[in-house]
């Protein structure tokens, strides 16, 4: 048994290899399951008791160290304001629950491989894995960020075709060359043939040359529609930990406008700030009152000198009622419910503002999982850390339209890594992306390369430009292909400008999202359906 962790390790160790930042290590994701699968296997087929449950931890093991390997951050964020046990305790969430789905994935593939042939199980592992991503993107702890095909984050060039598949399509390919590599591995061992060798090898040639193929002809021949806008993105510098308390709202304000306007020209017509970046000594912005603000007066005799000119910026806003609208309301006495938001907002030189409120918000910091259940833990949750019961949310994407008519997609850190609630954004209008964000929580650590790079594939997806402004993290533009066209230093303060070029167009994937999600999920039901209903054990 002991061979058999060693081959889950060696899977592990081969998946967080081929994860991104390491640049062009992606191609190790077509074989970081087949050591995993040797291992399965090997107790399918050995004289082993229990065997349900050994595969279950075999598995586990490989998902826990993978994914602590790649997202390790996450302690580095919270270890930052929080004691170390309580921060240990909370990273244990993203670090264990995602290898706890995977665990069940292969669990149930077990299942499925005591009642039918090996060759049609496969399908219902493919299918079960997609369902556990499918789970870890839209419940109370989603935490997509270690979706499979998000790996070829750094490799954008052979994965062109996504603005048809989303990265689910990645998804699928991932686990089609792992499994066919895996036969081919196993029947040499073996000395057995289930399956025609030269047919595998030819299958795992095609598997692997077609979709690249095809990929790098999109990218080598895809070419912008000239429809220019001059925008500008500025990274202020501003330690994310000294930014609430130490560093006076109105000073980060004189920092953004210095930026923006070093590189500003006369036709600029977006300037895009980061995430929080307009706040007040009080913290919060009551969004009916930010005319009043002195901040707001200083905006607008800024785009005083841009004729187009529009400030899209993070803001920490809130909302007041006289009755409690939402579970995220706080009752201040008298009648008064305050809502706080993570939002954005479009300021011009109209009376007209526009607002959007974060709504993949993170779990355990900026909502309490399960909130209508676990209400009563509210205290605790605040008392670590968390915003007391959360921030409000809005329920769908909203563009925001400028004077002119430009629609841009007000992204907000974490949901960057939503494909098909970003493509919401463009079937609504945007024209292009605009991420504001804040990624310096994390450290001069993998996470904040990690983020950039994902955005990739959402530029990618849509065929839109990505203009990403990020506090302490790295700021740049990304173009229709995926690439990277600028990027600013981690922790310096710069600001660029670029010619983008908008689009309207809808790319397959945009108009039907993750369509190839909810077709491999129907796989998954008629599998569900083979587990249940069929007796007979025919492997």
Known sequence: ?????????????????????????????????????????????????????????????????????????????????????????????????????????????????????????????????????????????????????????NFHQIIQWYSFTGVFGGTIWIWVVNLLVFLFVWQKREKIAVFSTKKLSVAITTALVLPTTISIIQYNTYTEHINPSEVVVVQPNIDPYGKFGFIPPAEQLTTLLELSEGVAKPNTEFFLWPETAISSDRGGIDEEQLRSYPAYERVINFLDKYKNGNVLSGIESYQIYNEPKTLTARDFGNGVFLDPFNAAVLIDQSSKLQFYHKSKLVPGVEQLPFGETLSFMKPLFAHFGGSTGGYGSQEEPSVFYSQSGIGAAPVICYESIWGDYVAEYIRKGAQFIAIVTNDGWWGNTSGKDQHLLYAKLRAIENRRWVARSANTGISGFINQRGDIIQKTTWWTPDALAQEINLNEELTFYTKNGDLVLYLALFGGLLSLYFLFRIKKNTT
Request: aromatic content about 22%; hydrophobic content about 55%.
């Open 1 to 153: 048994m002991n061979r058999n962790y060693l081959l889950a390790l060696l899977s592990a160790v081969i998946l967080w290899l081929a994860w991104p930042p390491i640049p062009y290590s992606s191609p190790l994701l077509f074989i970081g399951f087949v050591p995993l699968l040797m291992a399965i296997e090997e107790v399918i087929r050995g004289d082993y008791s229990q065997k349900g449950k050994k595969i279950f931890w075999l598995s586990f093991f490989t998902g826990f160290v993978w994914n602590t390997a790649s997202i390790y951050w996450v302690y580095n964020a919270m270890n930052a304001y929080l004691p170390s046990y309580v921060s240990l305790l909370i990273s244990l969430i993203p670090f264990g629950l995602a290898p706890l789905l995977m665990a069940f994935v292969f669990r149930l593939y077990y299942q499925l491989r005591k009642k039918i042939a090996i060759g049609y199980s496969f399908i219902g592992l493919v299918s079960f894995w997609l369902g556990y991503e499918f789970l870890h993107q839209w419940w109370d702890l989603a935490f997509p960020w270690m979706t499979l095909g998000n790996g070829f984050a």
